[in-house]
C-alpha cells in the first residue's frame, strides 16, 4: 500500500520518473519507448543500465533477465502497477533491496512491447499491467529459473529475521508456483481437482504433524 497522502493524486508515485525512464539515451523515442540500445548504450534488461535501487545492489539478487522474470510473475499472481510491482519485490526480499523505477519501469515498457503484458489506464495516472497467453508461456517456459529466482528472494527475506530455514521456504515457494501455474494452463477436471485437492489436504496434514 502507498502512503495514504498520495490517494489524494489518485497517481502512481513514481509515474513521471516512468515518463522519463522511456526516453532514449539522447532524448525521448516519439513512441515513448527506450532508445535503440536502451540507457548508456546498452540493450534493454541489461542488469548493468539499471543502477543501485533504494536498498541493496540489484547484481545480488538478479543475473541477466531476472527481473524481467520476478516482474512478470508479480503480474501473473494479480495485475499491478508500477509501484505495487516495487513494494512487492521489497517485500519478497525482507527489504533487503528495493527497485528504482529506473528498474522497474523499463522493464515493464520491454514486457509490453514483447506482447508479454497489456497495459489499460487505471486510477489517475495509474498504468495497469495485465499478464498475456505469451507471457504466461514465456512464464512456463522458464519454470525453473524461476523457482530458483525466488528461492534465493526467499532466502533474502528468511535471513533477516527469525524466519523458517531455507528449505521450507523453497519447498513452500516450489509448491505456490506449481499450483499456479497449473491452474493458469486452464481448466482442471474433476479428477484433477480431486488429485490436487487431495495432495495439498497431505502436505497440510504432514505439515500439522510435523
Do not use: W
Not at 532524448?27 to 535501487?53: E, L, Q, S, T, V
Not at 495509474?126 to 504466461?136: F, N, S, V, Y
Not at 529459473?145 to 528449505?167: F, H, K, N, V
Not at 499456479?180 to 474433476?190: D, E, I, N, T, V
Request: net charge positive; proline share 9%; charged share 25%.
Amino acid at each position: 500500500m502507498h502512503p495514504p497522502f498520495l490517494d489524494a493524486f489518485h497517481a502512481d508515485p513514481f509515474d513521471a520518473y516512468r515518463v522519463r525512464a522511456h526516453r532514449g539515451p539522447m532524448g525521448a523515442d516519439p513512441r515513448g519507448r527506450p532508445g535503440p540500445h536502451g540507457p548508456h548504450g546498452r540493450g534493454p534488461g541489461d542488469r548493468r543500465m539499471f543502477g543501485r535501487g533504494g536498498r541493496g545492489d540489484l547484481a545480488r539478487f538478479f543475473a541477466h533477465g531476472d527481473l524481467r522474470l520476478v516482474i512478470l510473475h508479480l503480474i501473473a499472481e494479480k495485475p499491478r502497477h508500477g509501484y505495487e510491482i516495487i513494494k512487492a519485490i521489497e517485500e519478497r526480499v525482507g527489504g533487503a533491496y528495493s527497485p528504482s523505477p529506473g528498474t522497474v519501469y523499463p522493464t515493464l515498457t520491454l514486457l509490453e512491447e514483447l506482447g508479454h503484458v497489456t497495459v489499460t489506464p487505471g486510477e489517475g495516472t495509474k498504468r495497469l499491467h495485465t499478464i498475456t497467453p505469451e507471457g504466461q508461456s514465456f512464464l512456463d517456459g522458464n519454470r525453473s529459473t524461476l523457482e530458483a529466482i525466488l528461492a534465493r528472494m526467499a532466502e533474502a527475506e528468511a535471513a533477516r529475521g527469525d524466519g523458517p530455514p531455507p528449505s521450507v521456504v523453497r519447498a513452500k515457494e516450489g509448491l505456490k508456483l506449481a499450483l499456479q501455474m497449473r491452474l493458469a494452463r486452464g481448466p482442471l477436471s474433476s479428477d484433477q481437482a480431486a488429485a490436487i485437492t487431495a495432495a495439498l489436504e497431505a502436505a497440510t496434514a504432514a505439515v500439522e504433524r510435523a
